[in-house]
């Protein structure tokens, strides 16, 4: 297409817009005393430009300003790498390879860092339990301290990614949670006080973390592909499970009880050194992101309304009140509070469990309890390419929601009861699997849900759900441990969870929708 510009202004001369301008198939850069500017440029297919239109918008590459040129004249020669411009984008080599999916890389990295630090106690727990004399109740209550800090930090660490962005407050809150981990085995061999203070610093800090990846797959990511991206970085949430009880028994026999903490410890500080030095808060401040790939995310997802259209009222104090009055609201925080309850129930009590109820040692107990969540690292991606094709394909985003929290939901209360009933370690570690695995299809109902309800507050809504999941998720911890002392049975406890599993599937399915939901006057 060529297009003639009259009375070009100085902007012309820009950095950011010869930028766009070098892409086109012809082009001459103006003097200072130029009336006119003239260049060809191909236009992808989904940029309609009628026969009378009049102006041309000009999108500039690092900013959000964006101004129309006057048009002299027109005259449109097609060309068949249009259409295949943007279907490039759309494809599964360009989306493996873009700048959004190296940030999705670095986001699943950090998620891996921050579930393998927190489960190394999981594995710690037994020796320290045999050296201090600890019952299983008083057990639990060392593994909970991590959620005490993590039930302070999410709503103001939510509010602040919603202030500061993604990118600045997950550096500091890896940093922090870092240097706990590094710390701990120290302070178990100080007090117990030193030791409950490490792990609740480590919950303080790892409260940012889902709300710091939700903002940037919302800045970074259009609709069609949140699903996935979330798949993406939860894989390496689950990925993180798997390795820190793979691990740990290997690195406590060679190097003692601080040999797994000094070395996820250290790979911490090393993520947030690549962290700042290679990732970009936003797509229009990226030095790496091509344009083909800027005008992408721009046009499909309009993503600069969500960064920039933010109302005054987030920039100050959330309206909690009007948050908390909506059903979806409470959709998403049963169902939070849920998802913690089993995660952190399986995560901290089936290494026990295993040696307990199968009398495994620490080391194949830990690798039992590994196996399912490298299976929800894989079914999490799959779920998320699913719900992006149902939702490409038509189907709304409410009933998409529904069926992958109802696989969610429904698929872990009827595995965990199978559990009850394994004869062997092999077929318990089965079920578990399978309970696991589904469990990640959650990933792409209330997970993914909060970006569409609330955009603008979707930091601050992430926080109030985490919190209830944080509270959920320590009533469930220590209960554990206290109703196994009372019953003597971990099986009961399964089975309790499979029917609070039921009832939170039931409550969403009634309550939740895909759709955005008024929150204040200017949404």
């Known amino acids: 297409m060529q297009i003639i510009f009259d009375n070009t202004t100085a902007q012309m001369n820009s950095p950011a817009t010869l930028r766009y301008l070098s892409t086109s198939s012809s082009f001459r850069k103006p003097n200072s005393s130029a009336k006119q500017l003239v260049f060809n440029v191909k236009l992808p297919s989904s940029c309609k430009f009628?026969?009378?239109?009049?102006?041309?918008?000009?999108?500039?590459?690092?900013?959000?300003?964006?101004?129309?040129v006057p048009v002299r004249s027109n005259r449109i020669r097609a060309s068949s790498n249009d259409s295949q411009s943007v279907q490039r984008q759309g494809s599964f080599v360009e989306f493996i390879t873009s700048e959004r999916v190296k940030v999705v890389a670095m986001l699943a990295l950090s998620l891996a860092l921050c579930n393998a630090d927190r489960v190394v106690m999981s594995v710690a727990i037994v020796p320290l339990s045999l050296s201090h004399g600890w019952r299983q109740s008083f057990a639990g209550v060392v593994q909970s301290s991590f959620l005490w800090g993590y039930l302070i930090s999410p709503i103001a660490g939510g509010t602040l990614v919603d202030y500061y962005?993604?990118?600045?407050?997950?550096?500091?809150?890896?940093?922090?949670?870092?240097?706990?981990?590094?710390?701990?085995?120290?302070?178990?061999?100080?007090?117990?006080?030193?030791?409950?203070?490490?792990?609740?610093l480590l919950g303080i800090a790892e409260g940012v973390a889902l709300p710091c990846m939700n903002n940037m797959i919302a800045r970074w990511?259009?609709?069609?592909?949140?699903?996935?991206?979330?798949?993406?970085a939860m894989a390496g949430f689950q990925l993180g499970s798997a390795i820190g009880l793979t691990f740990s028994p290997i690195l406590m026999s060679q190097g003692g009880l601080f040999g797994p903490f000094v070395i996820f410890g250290l790979s911490g500080f090393l993520w947030v050194l690549v962290w700042v030095s290679a990732t970009s808060s936003t797509p229009e401040h990226s030095r790496q992101i091509s344009i083909h790939e800027l005008r992408y995310i721009q046009n499909k997802g309009q993503i600069h309304n969500i960064v920039e259209g933010k109302s005054k009222s987030s920039k100050g104090i959330p309206p909690f009140r009007r948050l908390l009055s909506k059903l979806p609201t409470w959709s998403i925080i049963v169902a939070n509070a849920m998802h913690s309850w089993g995660f952190f129930v399986i995560l901290s009590w089936m290494p026990i469990y295993f040696k307990?109820?199968?009398?495994?040692d620490l080391r194949q107990a830990a690798w039992f309890s590994a196996v399912p969540w490298s299976m929800m690292a894989l079914t999490g991606y799959f779920a998320g390419v699913l719900s992006d094709m149902m939702i490409q394909r038509g189907i709304s985003v409410t009933l998409t929601r529904k069926v992958m929290q109802s696989v969610g939901f429904f698929g872990p209360g009827f595995a965990l009861i199978g559990l009850t009933t394994a004869p062997s370690p092999s077929i318990a570690s089965a079920w578990l699997t399978l309970a696991v695995g589904l469990k990640a299809f959650s990933?792409?109902?209330?997970?993914?849900?909060?970006?569409?309800?609330?955009?603008?507050?979707?930091?601050?809504?992430?926080?109030?759900?985490?919190?209830?999941g944080t509270l959920a998720a320590i009533i469930g911890t220590v209960g554990a441990g206290f109703f196994v002392e009372l019953v003597g049975s971990f099986k009961g406890f399964l089975v309790l969870t499979s029917v609070l599993y039921f009832s939170a599937a039931v409550f969403w399915n009634v309550f939740s929708t895909g759709e955005r939901v008024?929150?204040?006057d200017s949404t």
């Open 443 to 468: 990933h792409c109902g209330f997970l993914v849900n909060l970006q569409e309800i609330a955009p603008q507050y979707s930091g601050v809504l992430h926080g109030i759900s985490n919190t209830a």
């Open 356 to 360: 307990t109820i199968y009398h495994v």
């Open 221 to 232: 990511f259009p609709p069609t592909e949140r699903s996935r991206a979330v798949g993406l």
């Open 165 to 200: 962005g993604g990118k600045l407050v997950m550096a500091w809150g890896v940093a922090l949670w870092s240097m706990a981990t590094l710390l701990t085995p120290w302070a178990a061999e100080a007090s117990l006080w030193a030791l409950l203070a490490m792990r609740m």
């Open 518 to 520: 008024k929150f204040d």
């Open 50 to 68: 009628p026969p009378n239109h009049k102006s041309f918008k000009l999108v500039t590459a690092n900013t959000f300003f964006r101004t129309e």
